[in-house]
């Protein structure tokens, strides 16, 4: 098993930037890739950000290419999530999840979640 916990989360203006972190413990060993999705009120679950567990290769969703960046440090079990220029539409509760088989960009291939950190931009 591996526990996810997100942190970062907050209340921003337009513009503005924030990091979270998400902290994978237990077996991270078995791990191949992490990611970020996120959910706004009333919508489906998206895809943002995936990584893969060595940290070389990245994916990013159309929306967000060029303004969040998802890094691992080596060493550390913990991907972060730079966003920067955020928008309104990038309000929502951002999860980390974590895939014993595959990188990609699809949630079902995704093991293990997080509860998730909560990101409101304001105007």
């Known amino acids: 098993q591996v526990q996810l916990v997100e942190s970062g989360g907050g209340l921003v203006q337009a513009g503005g930037s924030l990091r979270l972190s998400c902290v994978a413990s237990g077996r991270t060993g078995t791990l191949l890739a992490m990611a970020w999705f996120r959910q706004a009120a009333g919508k489906d679950r998206e895809f943002v950000a995936a990584?893969?567990?060595?940290?070389?290769?990245?994916l990013y969703s159309d929306s967000v290419k060029g303004r969040f960046t998802v890094t691992r440090v080596d060493g550390k079990n913990t991907v972060y999530l730079q966003v920067n220029s955020l928008k309104l539409e990038d309000t929502g509760v951002y999860y980390c999840?974590?895939?014993?088989?595959?990188?990609?960009?699809?949630?079902?291939?995704?093991?293990?979640w997080g509860q998730g950190t909560q990101v409101t931009v304001s105007s």
């Open positions: 999840a974590a895939s014993l088989e595959i990188w990609t960009s699809d949630d079902r291939d995704y093991n293990f």
């Open positions: 990584i893969d567990w060595r940290g070389e290769n990245t």
